[in-house]
């Protein structure tokens, strides 16, 4: 509609005796709803379509910064003060302002929040007032002492009161602490001061001076603060003059503050250029066009049904007001405003079936009157109503909005569209699909064309040096490395939330930062309690009797994996040790060169505290063939694996360089095209003897899709548009390269 809406007023703007935009009023039943819609098209538009426009009338919660900062301190001050939300506000611009931190400060303390275990309550007071033991743990208290200690201790992992230190602010970070224990504090001050009720006097004050200690008072904002504060005046009037005497506590005061700053009689005001309003407001102004879009029916009148505890609803009297009778009004004056030209938009169509829907009651009675007047008999009726109302297509792309000879009613001034559909009819025709092949639920990027359309150039010669790092990394996710490193396209890893529970159960991202933290001290020996005092030092486990077994659980797994891990080191220093390799590839010299440095007297000894992962095996097979490649006496190349749940071995490999080659040759052409190796599925093939339905059940993990290999961005991208990924190729790589491995690894677990 809104998309109509621009053309038409377009079409004005180009005809003959063109109104100002000052003299365009567009009105909607619901505006919050509308605005983003209208800043999407009118706000996009190219300078050729710019339409100058104002949306004017909106809530002053949603476009009032200092109204908005407002609304959440007191949201806040009635809330248990989560994480996110006590975020969420320091972020809004007249806090941030207030307690000068900058863009850089607030990504710093969205990090020691997360790093610190901050989950929500202020401080322990807080929790016991919510029927909860009073532990600091978790609290925005506890999470600044570890802020501060690690500032006082730097990266040192000292235990200090029971505490380690977490975020490690130093520089311009360390004033940005001492901002946020600032603000931290006002938020204590105020849980304090508005937990007691307090009379209509006592509020304003207390409202005035949240105001002025949690927004910054700048000159871009005083508009915005003489509104708020009109509101709290206001507020305080209307109860002095209601007769209210006792204190009322702060939720009576946000919800009479929040429909006082919103106040809907406050409405719209003209703003020079197109106005955008409520339906409710300027309908007593005189425009030369008159514009109302979403006249569906259901949305106006409304079809609103009466609270249960409406007792005006179930006891009605003469002098009611008529909700209904108040909208046909409103409706009225809209067409009384309009001097020159109405435009009146509602869906015709369903979103379901596409079948026809009604406009709302008044656009058909409107339309009624409008036939019976204008046609002399019944029979002339019918071609009226088709001239009045115009059926636009669904897409603003349609071609009838571009042929030759269409309703003029119906043109479009979308330059870009015309182009695109001229291209297209100029296209040869696209191949079609085969039946069922648009069968799936996520077979839209399948059906789409194919990213690589054709294999890119062959790598130029800086590429031939490789680092055995960077082998690694190719065959952990070829398609990804293949993206970024070749394209230049990093797939956007998704922000996590800040968390507002403190964990009840271990996860896997606490039990690796605990083990990061505890492992240096368990290979040098230290008991069974001191690792548990150094756990619960930090805040990765859960508390109560729940965290403790389970952290007693994980601490026995450590120093049973650092008791392994430290018999096969020994107590000998590691040796490193470089090499290089050359291979000739379709007639290119490539080398291959990298350092090892966890050799020991047995061997070559690495470790990763987790379950044995596929990336693991990889790791360890690449790293043991260039061992194997490069030592001058192979048989001493053994590799070891510890893993939290076992160790995997490798013996020497005298086909080390040959099994290389091979690798390098895979790796050159993965900077070309995907390569179709995908390390979980083709493991689960090579180790359930070829099973390749177990390889697309891993592939596609039909009980858990989100969880399934296919789901990685990056492979979504890089192998759009094929049909098959789990093809012959797949099958073929999966055999080079992990078929040896499988066959060369001594691993009970598999």
Not at 163 to 185: K, M, V
Not at 491 to 497: I, K, R, T
């Amino acid at each position: 509609e809104l998309e109509v809406l621009q053309d038409q007023l377009l079409a004005l703007f180009a005809g003959p005796n063109p109104p100002q935009p000052c003299e365009i009023l567009v009105v909607t039943p619901n505006l919050d709803d509308a605005a983003p819609l209208i800043d999407a098209v009118f706000g996009t538009a190219p300078a050729s379509r710019h339409i100058p426009y104002a949306i004017t009338g909106q809530p002053q919660r949603r476009v009032n910064p200092i109204a908005c900062a407002l609304d959440g301190v007191i949201a806040l001050g009635a809330s248990r003060h989560p994480a996110s939300a006590v975020f969420d506000l320091l972020m809004q611009e007249p806090v941030a302002a207030r307690f000068d931190l900058n863009g850089d400060d607030l990504e710093s303390i969205r990090v020691w929040i997360e790093e610190s275990g901050i989950r929500w309550a202020l401080e322990g007071d807080e929790r016991k007032q919510h029927g909860l033991p009073a532990s600091e743990s978790h609290t925005f208290a506890d999470g600044l002492q570890r802020l501060y200690l690690a500032y006082a201790v730097g990266e040192s992992s000292a235990c200090i009161d029971g505490r380690i230190g977490a975020g490690n602010p130093e520089g311009r970070g360390a004033l940005a602490l001492g901002s946020f224990w600032r603000y931290i504090e006002e938020l204590r001050r105020l849980r304090r001061d508005w937990r007691r009720p307090k009379d209509a006097q006592g509020w304003r004050e207390a409202l005035g001076g949240a105001l002025e200690r949690f927004a910054a008072d700048a000159s871009e904002w005083a508009e915005d603060f003489r509104a708020v504060r009109l509101a709290i005046a206001e507020l305080q009037d209307h109860m002095e003059r209601g007769g209210l005497k006792q204190p009322v506590p702060l939720e009576v005061v946000q919800s009479a503050l929040g429909e006082r700053v919103d106040d809907p009689a406050r409405g719209g005001v003209p703003s020079g250029k197109v106005t955008f309003a409520s339906i409710s407001s300027l309908r007593n102004l005189p425009y030369r066009i008159v514009c109302a879009v979403g006249l569906d029916d259901g949305k106006f009148p409304t079809a609103g049904r009466a609270l249960e505890f409406d007792l005006m609803a179930l006891a009605p009297r003469r002098g009611d007001r008529q909700r209904r009778t108040d909208e046909r009004n409103l409706f009225l004056d809209l067409l009384l405003a309009a001097r020159e030209r109405l435009h009146l938009s509602y869906a015709g169509r369903s979103v379901r079936d596409n079948s026809a829907k009604p406009p709302s009651v008044l656009v058909a009675e409107l339309l009624d009157y409008a036939a019976r007047a204008c046609s002399p008999d019944a029979g002339g009726e019918s071609a009226i109503r088709k001239r009045l109302l115009v059926e636009h297509p669904l897409q603003p792309f349609s071609q009838e909005y571009f042929a030759p000879g269409a309703d003029l009613r119906k043109r479009s001034f979308h330059a870009q569209y015309c182009e695109a559909l001229r291209a297209q009819l100029n296209a040869p025709p696209a191949p079609q699909l085969a039946p069922g092949d648009d069968d799936e639920e996520d077979s839209a990027p399948e059906s789409s064309l194919p990213f690589f359309p054709a294999p890119l150039t062959a790598p130029e010669v800086e590429w031939r040096a490789v680092q055995l790092d960077q082998l690694r990394q190719f065959f952990v996710n070829p398609c990804r490395f293949l993206l970024r490193n070749r394209l230049g396209i990093a797939m956007p890893e998704q922000v996590e939330e800040l968390l507002d529970d403190e964990p009840f159960l271990p996860d896997w991202p606490s039990r690796q930062a605990m083990a990061e933290r505890l492992l240096a001290p368990a290979l040098e020996g230290a008991s069974e309690d001191a690792l548990l005092a150094l756990a619960r030092a930090g805040n990765e486990f859960p508390t109560g009797p729940l965290g403790d077994a389970a952290l007693a659980s994980e601490i026995r797994l450590l120093r049973s994996f650092a008791r392994k891990l430290q018999d096969d080191i020994g107590r000998s220093a590691p040796v490193s040790h470089a090499g290089a390799l050359e291979f000739r590839i379709e007639g290119e010299l490539w080398r291959l060169e990298g350092a090892i440095g966890e050799l020991h007297a047995g061997g070559l000894v690495r470790s990763r505290y987790d379950d044995v992962r596929v990336s693991d095996y990889l790791t360890g097979w690449i790293a043991h063939l260039f061992l194997c490649a490069t030592l001058k006496e192979p048989a001493a190349g053994t590799t070891r694996w510890h893993s939290r749940d076992g160790v995997y071995v490798l013996e020497p490999y005298p086909e080390g360089r040959e099994r290389l080659a091979e690798l390098m040759a895979l790796y050159r052409e993965g900077l070309q095209q995907p390569l179709h190796f995908f390390p979980k599925s083709a493991w689960v093939y090579v180790t359930n003897d070829g099973d390749l339905g177990k390889a697309k059940a891993k592939w596609s993990n039909w009980n858990n899709p989100a969880f399934g290999e296919s789901r990685d961005p990056a492979y979504r991208l890089a192998l759009r548009g094929m049909p098959e990924a789990l093809d012959e190729r797949f099958v073929e790589l999966a055999n080079r390269v992990l078929a040896p491995l499988r066959e060369h690894v001594t691993d009970p677990r598999l």
